[in-house]
């Protein structure tokens, strides 16, 4: 049983900066991969950022590529998303999901709702 928290969402006006968390309960070895998804209303949901237990393996899709970064805290079983330049295409719930290093997640919160106004 694993249990997944998020936070830090918000309103904030185009070209701000919002810093999301996540953070874990319960076994902690089955979130060795930590991610971040986001859903806008009536579109899929779309995946956002990856890392994994180092925290110096991250993966970034190019449409947040060099405005997102993933970070985790292990000793709090914690991973943080910092997002910066944000943009109203931006605005969506952010879901943290997590799972083992090799296979799909298994685990997922239950969202933290950003809105970008512009």
């Known amino acids: 049983q694993v249990q997944l928290v998020e936070s830090g969402g918000g309103l904030v006006q185009a070209g701000g900066s919002l810093r999301l968390s996540c953070t874990v309960s319960?076994?902690?070895?089955?979130?060795?991969?930590m991610g971040w998804f986001r859903q806008a209303p009536g579109k899929e949901r779309e995946f956002v950022a990856d890392i994994n237990w180092s925290g110096r393996g991250t993966v970034y899709p190019d449409s947040v590529k060099g405005r997102f970064t993933l970070s985790r805290d292990n000793a709090k079983n914690t991973v943080f998303m910092q997002m910066n330049s944000l943009k109203p295409e931006d605005t969506a719930i952010y879901f943290c999901t997590a799972g083992p290093l090799i296979g799909p997640y298994a685990y997922w919160g239950q969202g933290t709702q950003v809105t970008v106004s512009s």
């Open positions: 319960g076994r902690t070895s089955s979130s060795e991969r």
